[in-house]
């Protein structure tokens, strides 16, 4: 009994049959090895979780699964990270993970690409794909301060009924805005993709003919 509680789905695979893709969390990677390993959403407030931002021993914890998980590769490592993505049904802007930042440039192979969007999708145009380069990366600010260098335009000049251009979805108009602080959020319509909500200290929004 004890034997069998320990087997998983891995103890079933027909172990001659390599040319497949296995997907799986961190914790259950532990004591794999693989020849090609793909990280995906190395991300502030992914990973690291924002549930791991409050003490220095939640954060280290993070850090050794980052470790887990990059040495799981034997041949070569692959790390991604989505400059924007959707949560929870709002589109949000990312900062790149601070543990890619602690990755010594010399392992690091840049690389750049570009893709096709779903055709007939809002944003179906040609975007240079989400690519970790090192000399890009930079310290991550103190989430209580407002970065006034993260706004094109002053944020308090953002107020419901301003027309704003964006340089994704172009021209709109801002419908509400909420939050304070670091946190201030706009609603926008945009001609083009629809409404949006925009975390202003990212979205770089400029007041339309400013």
């Known amino acids: 009994m004890q034997e069998i509680a320990l087997l998983t789905d891995a103890d079933s695979d027909d172990k001659e049959d390599t040319n497949k893709v296995t997907m799986m969390t961190i ?9 090609y390993v793909f990280i995906v959403g190395l ?3 992914l990973f690291p979780s924002i549930m791991a931002l409050q003490t220095r021993a939640e954060i280290e914890e993070e850090r050794r ?32 993970s601070r543990f890619l930042e602690e990755i010594d440039e010399a392992y690091i192979e840049q690389t750049t690409r570009r893709v096709q969007l779903n055709p007939g999708s809002p944003s179906s145009v040609m975007q240079k794909a989400p690519t970790f380069i090192k000399k890009s990366l930079k310290k991550l600010a103190d989430d209580n301060q407002p970065n006034a260098e993260a706004y094109d335009t002053p944020v308090e000049l953002i107020q419901p009924g301003v027309e704003v251009e964006h340089e994704r979805f172009g021209k709109g108009k801002v419908l509400s805005v909420e939050g304070n602080g670091p946190n201030i959020k706009a609603t926008v319509f945009f001609a083009i993709v629809g409404q949006k909500q925009l975390l202003l200290k990212f979205a770089k929004l400029r007041i339309k003919g400013s």
């Open 43 to 45: 991300e502030e407030n």
């Open 65 to 96: 699964l980052f470790y887990v998980a990059i040495t799981r590769a034997e041949k070569r490592l692959t790390l991604s990270y989505a400059e924007s993505r959707y949560r929870w049904g709002n589109l949000t802007s990312n900062e790149p």
């Open 27 to 35: 914790h259950a990677a532990k004591g794999l090895e693989f020849p």
